[in-house]
């Protein structure tokens, strides 16, 4: 290892130490999840420079330099609820498959993603040169795309997407189900909800996908980035 990338590592090491040092009595996890976020968008910056647009270069870091298994993975959940208002025929296959699928997760617990299913798999199921909505292909429900949205709800908003929080001891992706209790304006009566799966990035997850890409870059790290007093270029 040169002594450039060796001092990079280091850099970095000491960066996301300090993130996970930060203590919040309010939303810790979002400012942890938001600063390990930006330390992702520096190292693909470090490997792919200016080569690719913000988020191709950062699922392609996801995809290529981390190796994250689940990168290309279709997320169910997010299918279905964008099934929900979608009417056309085309689709009923598509939509019963994945009601099917998620009605078979367990409702007491968080559910891993491993659940989650295949693009191959869904394609046969309906004609893929329709857009769900008129709007999405199924590579827009892939984790790495999801975790692109994630990020950029976290660093341009300072919220998580959705309505998920690190409820549970689990370090890797999952789901959690929810309910929402409210008064029928109606007849006056509570009433709950149909479980909604939330779906969730833990810290510790975005903690291991960091050490993950050190181990394996091996690029000189500040040959796409400038560290002078010139901001305009």
């Given at each position: 290892m040169n002594?450039?990338?060796?001092?990079?590592?280091?850099?970095?090491?000491?960066?996301?130490?300090?993130i996970?040092s930060?203590?919040?009595?309010?939303?810790?996890?979002?400012?942890?999840?938001?600063?390990?976020?930006?330390?992702?968008?520096?190292?693909?910056?470090?490997?792919?420079?200016?080569?690719?647009?913000n988020?191709e270069?950062?699922?392609?870091?996801?995809?290529?330099?981390?190796?994250?298994?689940?990168?290309?993975?279709v997320?169910?959940?997010?299918?279905?609820?964008?099934?929900?208002?979608?009417e056309?025929?085309?689709?009923?296959?598509?939509k019963e498959?994945?009601?099917?699928?998620?009605?078979?997760?367990?409702?007491?617990?968080?559910?891993?993603?491993?659940?989650?299913?295949s693009?191959?798999?869904?394609?046969?199921?309906?004609?893929?040169?329709?857009?769900?909505?008129?709007?999405?292909?199924?590579?827009?429900f892939?984790?790495k795309?999801?975790m692109?949205?994630?990020?950029n709800?976290?660093?341009h908003?300072?919220?998580?997407?959705?309505?998920?929080?690190?409820?549970?001891?689990?370090?890797?992706?999952?789901y959690?189900s929810?309910?929402?209790?409210?008064?029928?304006?109606?007849?006056?009566k509570?009433?709950?909800?149909?479980?909604?799966?939330?779906?969730?990035?833990p810290?510790?997850?975005?903690?291991?996908?960091?050490?993950?890409s050190?181990?394996?870059?091996?690029?000189?790290?500040?040959?796409?980035?400038?560290?002078?007093?010139?901001?305009?270029?």
């Amino acid at each position: 290892m040169n002594n450039n990338l060796e001092q990079y590592i280091v850099a970095i090491s000491g960066i996301l130490d300090s993130i996970m040092s930060l203590e919040s009595k309010q939303y810790e996890d979002n400012f942890k999840k938001s600063h390990i976020n930006s330390i992702i968008d520096l190292l693909s910056k470090s490997v792919y420079g200016s080569q690719f647009g913000n988020r191709e270069r950062f699922t392609k870091f996801i995809t290529e330099i981390v190796g994250w298994e689940y990168a290309d993975i279709v997320s169910l959940q997010q299918i279905q609820l964008n099934l929900i208002s979608e009417e056309r025929k085309e689709f009923k296959g598509l939509k019963e498959f994945v009601d099917e699928k998620l009605s078979g997760f367990p409702k007491a617990r968080p559910i891993p993603i491993d659940f989650d299913i295949s693009i191959t798999e869904l394609e046969k199921l309906y004609n893929t040169q329709l857009k769900i909505n008129e709007r999405f292909t199924l590579e827009h429900f892939t984790h790495k795309n999801l975790m692109y949205r994630y990020r950029n709800a976290l660093i341009h908003e300072m919220r998580p997407a959705g309505t998920s929080f690190d409820l549970f001891d689990m370090s890797s992706p999952h789901y959690v189900s929810s309910t929402i209790v409210s008064k029928n304006k109606d007849t006056g009566k509570m009433e709950i909800s149909n479980p909604i799966w939330q779906l969730n990035y833990p810290v510790d997850f975005y903690i291991s996908l960091v050490n993950s890409s050190l181990e394996k870059v091996d690029i000189n790290p500040y040959g796409n980035h400038k560290s002078d007093s010139q901001w305009v270029l």
